[in-house]
């Protein structure tokens, strides 16, 4: 697994397949390696990015971070892959850190897919001492499963489930990093006129049972965004990589597909 430096952090990224590159971005607590259900199908067209968010996996971290670090961050992988410019494919926060991306440096997003995530335009209260009092003394088995109900819809299989928790239980999630990351998002916002103002491409996918990031902030995501596209997963909760997991590559590829098909036809071979 390769490794960049990000203003003095190790970030370990890694590559397979080949094409016009996306890079995908992981969500609060979780490694690049919960991208199991998505790698193998969109790495048949495509050259695919992943990386371990600052704090978690095998990435370092520092005291304290924001989300625009962790947007850095997500550009130095591109710089470390020589990739100028690449469909950014976030889920949950790094849904987040994908649309900061397309909001402070556009030159380097082609397209953005934005999964069970929100345009967030208010500063949220950092999590309280009891609350992270709780995360350091929960026994990491607890804290893995405590909310796969929540994360899980009635169509993933026990299969797919017990998979994604085995990949969950095998990756490094120290607390510090989750507590950190969660201090970020809090801090984060953005605005709805710098939202307007991405014009990429936008791919907008949500579970209609979401309860992390309810389904409603998905919907004003696709209106805020100009070239926004909603899709909904009836029935899925916050991971329909699990819940939907086959349709939702098919519609992802299927909408780079269109991306690349138009970049080709007005400005040449994508580069």
């Known amino acids: ?3 960049t430096n990000a203003s003095g952090v190790a970030i370990h990224w890694d590559e397979t397949g080949g094409g016009t590159p996306v890079l995908l971005i992981m969500g609060h607590s979780y490694t690049s390696a919960t991208w199991w259900p998505v790698v193998p199908a969109l790495a048949e067209r495509h050259r695919v990015l992943t990386f371990d968010n600052r704090g978690v996996g095998k990435s370092g971290s520092t005291r304290t971070w924001t989300v625009q670090d962790m947007a850095r961050d997500s550009v130095a992988v591109l710089d470390a892959a020589g990739v100028g410019n690449a469909h950014v494919y976030g889920v949950s926060m790094g849904g987040g850190i994908a649309l900061e991306m397309a909001i402070s440096c556009p030159d380097r997003v082609r397209s953005v897919v934005l999964g069970c995530t ?5 500063v949220a209260a950092p999590p309280t001492w009891s609350q992270k009092a709780i995360l350091r003394a929960m026994p990491r088995s607890v804290l893995l499963r405590s909310s796969e109900k929540g994360l899980y819809g009635d169509s993933s299989s026990a299969d797919r489930i017990a998979h994604d928790q085995e990949i969950l239980r095998g990756s490094r999630i120290p607390k510090f990093g989750v507590i ?4 970020a998002v809090a801090a984060y916002a953005t ?4 939202v307007r103002a991405v014009t990429h491409p936008a791919l907008v996918l949500h579970g ?3 309860q992390a990031v309810p389904y409603e902030h998905g919907q004003r995501l696709a209106e805020l965004v100009p070239n926004a596209r909603l899709v909904t997963f009836e029935g899925a909760r916050h ?4 819940d939907n997991g086959p349709v939702a590559n098919q519609t ?3 909408f780079l597909a269109e991306v690349d098909a138009q970049k080709h036809a007005g400005t040449g071979a994508p580069s």
Do not use: F, S, W
């Open 191 to 194: 605005t709805d006129d710098k």
């Open 180 to 183: 950190r990351q969660a201090e």
């Open 252 to 254: 992802v590829l299927d």
């Open 118 to 122: 929100m345009a967030k335009t208010e």
């Open 208 to 210: 209609t049972l979401d």
């Open 1 to 3: 697994m390769p490794v």
């Open 239 to 242: 991971n329909y990589l699990i």
